[in-house]
């Protein structure tokens, strides 16, 4: 998949660590973009350890909760992990009051995450 638009991708080891470019993910086009960019990793790249970096994110609406819950089964359903890292205390606090916070496996820095992969 040449050129993702949305997302700035790394590999660390065997870990996809995958960078917002946008600091307002608010746009419901720029989302479903965002949602088929990090579902081709999974479904046509099979990437199996993705870690989502969300330290250039500034704001979220409630449709990309939603495509971030879409991502977090399809990655189970090919044997795969998700985390979540760098969300700023006023982006954590939506996914504390939803719950999400008990769905998705955060960590505060990427290294923390990136060892917790090879744990």
Known sequence: MSGNRRLELSEVGDV???????RKILDVTNIHELGKELFALVEE????????????????????LGELIKLEKKVKQHQGRLMLTNI????????????????????????????????
Do not use: M
């Open 16 to 22: 996809t660590v995958v960078r917002f470019v946008d």
């Open 45 to 64: 790249q099979n990437r199996k350890k993705l870690l989502l970096n969300f330290g250039t994110v500034e704001f979220l609406s409630s449709e990309t």
């Open 88 to 119: 700023k205390p006023e982006i954590y606090e939506v996914f504390a009051i939803t719950r999400l916070n008990k769905l998705f496996d955060i960590r505060d820095e990427e290294a923390e995450a990136l060892a917790a992969f090879s744990a």
